[in-house]
């Protein structure tokens, strides 16, 4: 088996069978899918069951609670026998020709760790909305530079849901439980190796107003919760702590002493940048709630 697709879902019933379609049409055949069910309520059970009973390459786990996004994204990987892996979201949609193409680009790269097409932006209902270029080609030999372009240019992650070369993946730590987590996994997968851009637009990413991405913004306290559903923390120094797990990932890449100082002092400088006004917004709101500690036993 060249590939697993890991598929997480939860409550997913609207887009699913659809997404299911355009995964098991993949002309590269040689693939499982693997599908991870963080106990939905919905008929997210009955189409997958139905399309496992139809299909041998698809094998259905279902969780008896809902664990969080995180964890469902790491189960479906740790699953996975593959020499390459592609988290795929229950929303999305895949070319036919997306598992080949990036498997053909990482066969000729041995150095990279990670292959993504170009990708086109699609509405609830699967209408065009607009091309993206995400810019991510970190075709550089040297971590530290990789890094650099990376945390400059990181928007949607839609490498994420590239081709993985499972080494790689099995080096970081995975999903951490916490909003913006593919952005570290993203840097830990960029100071393993390359990043190869397939020049077709292959992934078909849908904007709707229930993508969990959306919450991160707009609802901290639901982003978290849908990360982690046991999370109770009240203030959350979102930017702080991702800063934080950026430093954690360099110090634990398998690098040089020296390149490890390197990429966090490129982190220091891109990423201080990038997230200044956000941590300087979080700083004050820490200050607030300490000068009103009532408001937090409320």
């Not at 041995?110 to 699609?122: C, F, M, N, V, W």
């Not at 992650?157 to 080096?171: F, N």
């Not at 360099?250 to 020296?258: R, S």
Request: hydrophobic residues 40%.
């Amino acid at each position: 088996m060249r590939v697993t697709i890991g598929l997480p879902v939860f409550d997913a019933e609207r887009y699913l069978e659809r997404t299911l379609e355009s995964l098991l049409a993949q002309t590269l055949s040689d693939f499982e899918l693997v599908v991870t069910d963080n106990a939905s309520t919905d008929r997210t059970e009955e189409i997958c069951r139905r399309a496992a009973a139809r299909d041998g390459r698809i094998r259905y786990h279902r969780s008896d609670v809902n664990r969080g996004a995180a964890w469902n994204y790491n189960h479906a990987f740790e699953l996975s026998s593959s020499p390459y892996f592609k988290w795929a979201a229950a929303d999305d949609l895949c070319a036919p020709t997306f598992l080949a193409r990036c498997v053909d680009a990482l066969d000729a790269d041995s150095g990279a760790s990670l292959a993504y097409p170009r990708t086109r932006l699609i509405d609830d209902n699967g209408d065009v909305v607009r091309d993206h270029d995400d810019g991510l080609a970190l075709d550089s030999s040297v971590p530290h530079e990789r890094l650099r372009r990376l945390v400059a240019s990181l928007g949607y992650a839609h490498p994420a849901y590239g081709v993985i070369r499972a080494d790689a993946l099995r080096k970081t730590r995975l999903l951490g439980a916490y909003p913006s987590s593919d952005y570290v996994l993203l840097a830990e997968l960029a100071l393993t190796g390359r990043f190869v851009e397939v020049p077709e637009r292959l992934f078909f990413r849908r904007l709707h107003p229930q993508m969990m991405s959306r919450d991160v913004h707009s609802d901290a306290e639901a982003a978290t919760a849908a990360y982690d559903p046991q999370e109770r923390t009240r203030f959350r120094a979102e930017s702080w702590r991702l800063c934080a797990e950026h430093f954690v990932a360099i110090a634990g890449a398998p690098l040089p002493a020296l390149e490890r100082l390197r990429c966090g002092l490129v982190f220091a400088e891109v990423g201080g940048r990038r997230y200044a006004d956000r941590l300087a917004l979080e700083l004050v709101a820490l200050v607030r709630s300490a000068l009103r500690p009532t408001a937090l036993r409320s």
